[in-house]
């Protein structure tokens, strides 16, 4: 699977697109009922991202703008958005009303996600203190050095390989009021080179003390993560916990369920899966009769096995 | 005067149709069946396998003739490329140069097909250059028409790649339909280099197309393909980011007979390459109107498209247009044109094309009926020289 649509919500706004250079800015919603998605294009773009957010700006009464989504920016699988951070750093003071972000909203046909060249997000995040929701994809030259943020309750970082020194930057933030945390870990192909261990901040939340939605998900390591997991502090004050996308089988199945109890969940979501019938069957019988609902689609996740024998299992979303 | 053609009853005196086409196809069938339906004897089918044998084909000054396409027939495809393994991907300028001499050898009869225009739409360098001209938008390609590049392998794909900053394009087979041959590269900094597509490359180094799309991410593996399907002829083109539905990349197959557009379907994929046979599915319409609507485009402007490329083959009465929305739907770029782009069974018209309830079989006999019912129809006589060398 690769990234196909554009989000749709943001901080639980529909997703607006703004138009482009070419289009009518007539008839545009009201400024603080969508998420507005500025885009310059990969290739060939008419204008270059800072060039669409001005006239964004000069088009929209951004005072009241509650979200903004950043799409494309020019040559994404070459360059970083730095100009974009800095556009919407000199606008800050026009963005007061700014509570949530999003870095990089593009789809496989725009730039697969592991060739998305990202950047160092803390200035963000330190320059909209009052930023509520926080996502970026694209882990390719991805910084996130530790910080302290008092606002923000979303943190969404989807990779095909998340650098150890953002997971480490996460878990060494002070972040009081994060209620929902989503790390897709990816693959060492992809510059995923965290190890378990690596998770052990998030895992104690000790600087967590709010979380309540934890997905550490779409990593070839699973299982590990899940054995983690079974004995991590942090668990027992989550309602969703969220393993999903995914190089899960038995033995990290297996390791979740012998660990304490999840019972407490609202929901355990481990779409995409490579657990055998009988484990399922576990998953189900130990969880759903205490009223926790459990995803267990396979969706496309889809053993490769070789004439040798050897077995290839694939996370969601790589490349 | 008739006014009616369809009302005609089936007499010695009335239309009657030929198709040139492989027996056991049901391209064929559903023809048969489309001319049949209209009250009308069922076609004389004349197969591949005889015009190519027999070095040629006759037809009645008044048989409505079409020509179906040679393909998926083993023999046809052995004595168009001499290559006993449909699977394989080389030999599709052999084939074109077979087939085109082939469609040169068919005499006589009223023709709904163009031996010229055949000619333009199996090559996609020559088929760019005319879109191009008459103004429909196409994707950028630094092969378009005679004074394009030539390329002779991986190492000028690479060129142009940098002459022309085109670090995400298509490369196809001069002569290839249906993705056979198709690559889809993107390429970025650091030597980073990737490519989508069906052809698998067996340890011999043969080439074949698979229904499985894969992805090779070696530079080596990339080149021994591109230089494998060199000596056929290639054309480069621009990769633009296509639109998407419910979270796969769409593209839409748009048919147009006798100028109108008549029937549209969206297909969407999960890769770069929508085509149904290769896990492509069939998307929804409605919602791609929608999609285009809000985006601040016409839907009307996207047939026009449509409409305007098939102008470019006036003397073909049908083809099938391959548009696609860049993402975001606002804008649309004509990807390919194909003469046998018609097989979308059950498929019905749009609504006000004049095939309502028609599939694309029904829409081109009621519009061949009409054409060939005019006294002195123009086009046919313009066409008759070339096609009756007699």
């Known amino acids: 699977m690769t990234i196909g649509d554009h989000l749709h919500t943001l901080y639980r706004l529909p997703a607006h697109t703004f138009p482009g250079p070419d289009g009518r800015t007539d008839g545009l919603p009201e400024a603080d009922a969508v998420a507005w998605r500025i885009t310059s294009d990969v290739y060939d773009a008419d204008e270059e991202w800072p060039e669409a957010f001005a006239r964004f700006c000069a088009a929209v009464e951004t005072t009241r703008v509650r979200a903004l989504i950043v799409g494309a920016w020019q040559e994404a699988y070459d360059a970083g958005p730095s100009s974009v951070i800095e556009a919407l750093l000199a606008a800050r003071e026009r963005f007061p009303a700014l509570r949530a972000l999003f870095l990089g909203d593009m789809v496989m046909e725009e730039c697969e996600i592991s060739w998305i060249n990202q950047a160092d997000v803390t200035p963000l995040l330190a320059g909209f203190p009052a930023l509520e929701e926080f996502g970026v994809r694209g882990g390719s030259g991805l910084g996130f050095t530790a910080l302290s943020h008092g606002a923000l309750r979303t943190l969404v970082v989807e990779t095909g390989g998340l650098p150890v020194e953002v997971v480490r930057g996460i878990g060494a933030s002070d972040l009081p009021v994060l209620e929902h945390l989503d790390l897709w870990l990816g693959t060492p192909d992809y510059g995923g080179d965290s190890e378990a261990a690596d998770l052990e901040p998030i895992l104690s939340g000790a600087r967590l003390p709010r979380l309540r939605h934890l997905a550490l998900r779409n990593s070839e390591m699973q299982d590990a993560v899940a054995a983690a997991v079974a004995a991590a502090p942090v668990v027992n004050r989550l309602d969703v916990l969220d393993l999903s996308m995914g190089v899960l089988t038995d033995e990290g199945a297996a390791a979740l369920l012998s660990g304490q109890p999840l019972t407490h969940l609202k929901k355990l979501d481990l779409h995409h899966h490579y657990l055998s019938k009988p484990v399922e069957e576990r998953v189900r019988r130990t969880l759903e009769p205490a009223g926790v609902e459990v995803d267990l689609d396979r969706d496309d996740a889809e053993e490769d096995t070789e004439d040798d024998g050897t077995v290839w299992r694939y996370v969601a979303v790589g490349e | 005067m008739i006014t009616s053609p369809l009302a005609r009853p089936a007499s010695p005196g009335g239309p009657r149709f030929a198709v040139v086409g492989n027996p056991d196809n049901r391209r064929v069938s559903l023809f048969a069946d489309a001319v049949r339906a209209a009250g009308l004897p069922g076609p004389r089918v004349v197969a591949w396998t005889d015009v190519l044998r027999e070095k040629g084909a006759g037809f009645a000054p008044d048989e409505i003739v079409r020509i179906d396409s040679p393909g998926e027939n083993r023999e046809v495809d052995r004595l168009l490329r001499d290559t006993p393994d449909p699977t394989r991907v080389e030999g599709s300028a052999r084939w074109y140069a077979r087939f085109t001499t082939a469609l040169r050898t068919l005499r006589g009869g009223i023709r709904l097909d163009d031996t010229g225009d055949l000619a333009v739409l199996f090559d996609k360098r020559v088929c760019h250059a005319v879109l191009d001209a008459a103004g429909v938008p196409v994707p950028a390609s630094p092969t378009s028409g005679p004074g394009g590049a030539p390329v002779r392998g991986w190492d000028d794909v690479r060129t142009l790649m940098r002459e022309h ?75 633009v980011p296509k639109a998407s539905q419910r979270g796969r990349a769409a593209d839409l197959r748009v048919v147009v007979v006798a100028g109108r557009a008549t029937h549209a379907v969206v297909r969407t994929s999960r890769t770069p390459l929508t085509n149904l046979h290769l896990g492509g599915s069939r998307g929804d319409l409605a919602s791609a109107r929608d999609a285009v609507a809000a985006a601040g485009a016409r839907w009307p402007d996207l047939l026009e498209v449509c409409e305007r490329a098939a102008s470019c083959f006036p003397r073909t009465l049908c083809v099938g247009v391959d548009l ?52 002195a129809p123009p086009v046919q006589n313009r066409n008759t020289p070339c096609l009756n060398p007699t």
């Open chain 2, 324 to 375: 696609l929305p860049a993402v975001g739907w606002r804008r649309s770029f004509v990807g390919e044109v194909n003469a046998f782009g018609d097989l979308l069974p059950r498929l019905t018209g749009l609504p006000g094309s004049g095939a309502e309830g028609q599939d694309t079989y029904a829409a081109q006999v009621t519009a061949a009926l009409r054409r060939t019912a005019r006294p």
């Open chain 2, 165 to 239: 900053r085109m670090p995400r394009l298509f490369v196809k087979p001069a002569h290839g339909s249906s993705a056979s041959g198709v690559l889809a590269v993107e390429a970025a900094g650091g030597g980073r280099i990737r490519a989508t597509t069906s052809v698998e490359r067996a340890a011999d180094g043969r080439l074949h197309n698979s229904l499985r799309v894969r992805r090779y991410g070696s530079e080596r593996d990339i080149a021994a393909i591109v230089d494998a399907l060199a000596p056929d002829g290639l054309h480069l083109e621009r990769w």
